[in-house]
């Protein structure tokens, strides 16, 4: 007992030296020693919101009165200014080396405090708060001072902001007027709420863009004026909607369609239009060009959305664009306006311009793959596209793709290798049966049919080759959002060689013949996918990614009671001694982004799934199985390691591929803090929790069955830090982790004792991740 003790209070001696080492070589990096002479560093500003009444949306008023203040001190860890330091430290490089990179990428330039900031911080934040409706604030500044520092105290003092009153229509008798007032009836602007410039400003870019879907192609947002009138009292101010007098004539005219011309062989900088030759007239008004007869002319018409004589309408020019890009087959898209008058019309002349790129190319990538089950190496995927195949900018893809990887950050050694080979045909439309026809709404349409094989051969498990296929439709309803379609999918999968050590389980267990690997798979897949990040940026994102993956129902149907069908030995229906899976998977992936701050951000995540076999099936194919733990999962825990439920695998299974660590239900739930170290290095704390189960009892899983009473006593929860080294257009992720809940531990509280003083408990419960790319 006294040596166990002597050990730890060995350690914690070791940990205080470390501590204050750590201390000192901080306090040494501050940067304030090689400061210019007379030179104070700015250390930033900071805000104190005093109240005389109620104030809504505190937090705001502060985010946004910080926006002001620029410039941005140095970047301080605890308080050392380590970046500072760098850039002081590294001196004046005269090459490319290790000093340019150590003040160039890592190191700060000192912000050095001026007078002039109190002036500029005041002025934009009077400006600031007058624009969120606050027209009688005040602010007070107070400057503190060291030896070689300075930091500023704003105090800001806050009545109840103005509220919008009524707001009163456009007075003028003009077309255009009517139009303006017609938009208004829909108006952002609502009586009783705060004043907000922002507001404003959105109503009249929503006026412009309602104006523009009536054929007004000229009138612009700063045409249109709101004048303020707060006589009215009771902090109210009255909006009057004014159209400014002078805007030019052309603003107020509705402009309608006239000749179309599409030249599909424009090169920019290059040959006149008017030289071109071979004019095609598709209709009445509309026409073609292509010197080079490279594409068929309905292909680039059914991505035009104008039409003669109808009124211009900023939607058909936004789907115009968006469906011509998707084509994948011009590298520059134009599209211009010539007005014109006839017979008493304005008219809009279009001129769609489209620079082709080159229709076949290559490409070869090496990359580092490393995956959520910890095996990390290289790979390689060549791809050969041709993106005209057939004249109408259908795209092929070959692609050729390989891996080698190892095993990291475990005790015991595998390596896995993988080759595959897909060739997917893309149609820039729906390929639909005769009279069905497209929605308007549907942008990007694409017609996608893949064949594909790949091999995947593990030291420690078995190989696995799989044959598939599948055809279907992909579209956006917006920029944000993706639908796809795949009703027809088809999967084939056999067991290759399989290790001595999973020998027992595979070829004389019931798995195999239950069909857990040797199955086909027959069926649709369907998915829903949002992402408010492809937008403007905001302060809070969303992503949702939904599944449904159905298979095997249309066939059993049709063996069971069309064709009488007799079942395979395994007692299911199936093809040449091989039976069909029939199951149902849904899941779906939740995300939120939360900008907490400038260089912070609160990132939160949910996964929720099921999958249920049942008719052919009596286990759902071990590929549609889930699996928990590993650098993108729950990270405190090694990939496949976690559940289903409590299960404990048996001593000869522990530290080996496990085949029974698979679940039918997943749950699981991610938060991240994500923060800014310097311009390339970024931080993160996190907390990840979760678990996998099945539906029915199995045997060699005892504990591993769902329960709705127990399930969440059965959740794996861990925490950890991490590191990141963001180049934009790479992310090498390290992330250390520790378990604070273990289902397979039974302790009689829910959280496991932390002993990060005992050395052998971090050797055995700390996990080091190494990934590429964020987790989530």
Same mark, same amino acid.
């Given at each position: 007992m006294s040596k166990?003790?002597?050990?730890? *209070?060995?350690?914690?001696?070791?940990?205080?030296?470390?501590?204050?080492?750590?201390?000192?070589?901080?306090?040494?990096?501050?940067? /304030? *020693?090689?400061? +210019?002479?007379?030179a104070y560093l700015y250390t930033g500003s900071s805000i104190h919101l005093e109240k005389e009444e109620d104030v809504e949306d505190k937090r705001n008023v502060e985010r946004e009165l910080s926006r002001v203040l620029r410039p941005a001190p140095n970047s301080q860890l605890i308080f050392s200014r380590p970046a500072l330091w760098m850039y002081q430290h590294a001196g004046e490089p005269t090459g490319r080396g290790v000093r340019h990179w150590m003040k160039n990428r890592l190191g700060e330039e000192p912000v050095l405090f001026e007078e002039a900031y109190v002036d500029r911080h005041l002025r934009l934040m009077y400006n600031r708060l007058?624009? #969120?409706?606050? %027209?009688? !604030?005040?602010?007070?500044?107070?400057?503190?001072?060291?030896?070689?520092?300075?930091?500023l105290d704003y105090q800001v003092s806050l009545k109840r902001p103005y509220r919008f009153g009524t707001l009163y229509p456009a007075d003028e008798d003009t077309q255009l007027a009517r139009e303006v007032n017609d938009g208004l009836v829909n108006s952002l602007v609502v009586e009783?709420? +705060?004043?907000?410039? &922002?507001?404003?400003?959105? &109503?009249?870019?929503?006026? &412009? *863009?309602?104006?523009?879907k009536k054929g007004y192609f000229y009138f612009h947002a700063d045409h249109l004026l709101f004048r303020a009138d707060s006589a009215a009292g009771d902090r109210r101010v009255d909006l009057y909607a004014t159209i400014k007098p002078d805007i030019p004539d052309a603003a107020r005219r509705a402009y309608r369609i006239g000749n179309i011309y599409m030249h599909a062989d424009y090169m920019a900088g290059g040959s006149n239009l008017a030289a071109m030759q071979d004019t095609l007239e598709l209709d009445e008004g509309i026409y073609f060009t292509d010197d080079a007869g490279h594409f068929d002319p309905q292909v680039i018409r059914r991505s035009v959305f104008f039409n003669n004589d109808s009124l211009y309408n900023v939607n058909d020019h936004d789907r115009s664009l968006n469906h011509l890009m998707s084509l994948g087959t011009f590298r520059f898209v134009n599209i211009r306006f010539r007005p014109r008058q006839e017979a008493d019309k304005d008219l809009l002349d279009v001129r769609v311009l489209l620079t082709p790129i080159e229709r076949r190319s290559i490409s070869a990538e090496l990359r580092g793959v490393t995956k959520s089950n910890n095996f990390a190496g290289p790979g390689f995927n060549t791809t050969l596209t041709n993106r005209n195949l057939f004249r109408g900018a259908e795209q092929l893809d070959l692609s050729l793709n390989g891996a080698y990887e190892v095993l990291v950050g475990r005790q015991r050694s595998a390596s896995s290798s993988e080759l595959g080979i897909d060739a997917t045909l893309s149609f820039p439309r729906f390929l639909l049966p005769a009279g069905w026809k497209t929605a308007p709404e549907v942008l990007s349409p694409k017609t996608r049919i893949t064949l594909g094989a790949?091999? #995947?051969?593990?030291? @420690? !498990?078995?190989?696995?080759?799989? #044959?598939?296929?599948?055809?279907?439709?992909?579209?956006?309803? @917006? /920029?944000?959002?993706?639908?796809?379609?795949? +009703?027809?999918? %088809?999967?084939?999968?056999?067991?290759?060689?399989?290790?001595?050590? #999973?020998? @027992?389980? /595979?070829?004389?267990?019931?798995? /195999?013949? &239950?069909?857990? %690997?040797?199955?086909?798979i027959i069926g649709g897949q369907y998915a829903y996918v949002y992402n408010s990040r492809l937008k403007s940026g905001n302060r809070h994102d969303w992503y949702v990614h939904l599944n449904l993956d159905l298979s095997g129902n249309i066939a059993y149907l049709l063996m069971d009671q069309v064709f009488g069908a007799s079942k395979e030995e395994d007692g299911g229906y199936g093809f040449f001694d091989q039976s069909f899976a029939q199951y149902a998977k849904a899941d779906g992936d939740f995300r939120h982004y939360w900008q907490v701050g400038e260089g912070s951000r609160l990132v939160s995540r949910l996964f929720l799934g099921a999958g249920l076999p049942y008719g052919n099936s009596e286990m759902m194919p071990y590929v549609k199985q889930y699996v928990t733990g590993g650098s993108n999962s729950i990270r405190a825990f090694h990939p496949r390691s976690v559940g289903p439920g409590r299960y404990v695998p048996d001593e000869e299974l522990e530290g080996t591929y496990?085949?029974?660590?698979?679940?039918?239900?997943?749950?699981? !739930?991610?938060?991240?803090?994500? %923060?800014?170290?310097?311009?390339?290095?970024?931080g993160a704390l996190f907390v990840d929790a979760g678990n996998i189960w099945r539906v029915r009892d199995d045997e060699n899983v005892p504990g591993g069955r769902f329960s709705a009473s127990t399930f969440y006593e059965e959740i794996a929860l861990g925490a950890g830090l991490g590191l990141r080294i963001d180049a934009s257009f790479f992310v090498l992720r390290f992330d250390f982790a520790i378990p604070l809940a273990d289902p397979a531990v039974d302790t009689d509280s829910f959280f496991d004792p932390v002993r990060l003083h005992d050395s052998r408990w971090r050797r055995d419960h700390i996990v080091f991740n190494l990934g590429i790319g964020y987790p989530f």
């Open positions: 166990g003790r002597k050990v730890e *209070r060995s350690e914690i001696r070791v940990l205080i030296w470390l501590g204050a080492m750590l201390l000192l070589v901080l306090s040494s990096c501050t940067g /304030l *020693r090689k400061l +210019p002479e007379d007058y624009n #969120m409706g606050y %027209f009688d !604030a005040l602010i007070a500044h107070q400057q503190d001072s060291t030896r070689r520092t300075v930091s009783g709420e +705060p004043y907000s410039l &922002e507001t404003l400003r959105r &109503e009249r870019q929503r006026i &412009e *863009r309602a104006l523009k790949n091999r #995947m051969s593990r030291t @420690d !498990a078995f190989a696995l080759t799989t #044959m598939h296929a599948r055809f279907g439709y992909t579209w956006n309803t @917006d /920029l944000a959002t993706q639908l796809q379609v795949y +009703p027809l999918v %088809f999967n084939l999968y056999r067991l290759g060689d399989v290790d001595e050590g #999973m020998e @027992d389980i /595979l070829l004389g267990g019931t798995l /195999l013949r &239950e069909g857990l %690997f040797e199955q086909f496990n085949i029974y660590q698979t679940g039918d239900l997943k749950l699981e !739930a991610n938060l991240e803090y994500r %923060f800014d170290i310097t311009s390339l290095f970024k």
